[in-house]
């Protein structure tokens, strides 16, 4: 049986990924650090439960608007209608956390707007 772990809270990178455009749209004024609901083991992403928000390095910078159609409906159907692997994209930004240039390269290669 799986424990459940708490949740690893990382405000430093989740301000960094505020400080980034939205990977939806490129609106670079509002961006809010949306987390990413649905899991994949392949990339050793579990499901946080009902009520819970995963770890906040599974986290991705959409403006408000974009981060709202991204809670509507199916999560990976945005994902994909984005041609984005979410999954890498925030395992490379959080890689990159606190590297803005790097951060920009990495989005620029994994988001084709």
Not at 35 to 41: E, G, I
Request: proline share 4%.
């Amino acid at each position: 049986m799986r424990q459940r772990h708490p949740r690893i809270h990382n405000e430093v990178h989740l301000d960094f990924i505020r400080g980034l455009p939205c990977i939806s749209c490129g609106n670079d004024i509002e961006t809010q650090a949306a987390h990413l609901r649905s899991d994949d083991r392949m990339y050793g992403k579990t499901g946080a439960g009902m009520q819970q928000k995963p770890d906040d390095m599974w986290t991705l910078p959409l403006c408000g608007r974009c981060h709202d159609r991204q809670h509507t409906g199916n999560e990976m159907n945005f994902w994909t209608n984005l041609g984005v692997n979410p999954f890498v994209l925030a395992l490379s930004l959080f890689a990159a956390s606190g590297d803005y240039e790097l951060a920009h390269e990495v989005i620029s290669r994994q988001v084709h707007r």
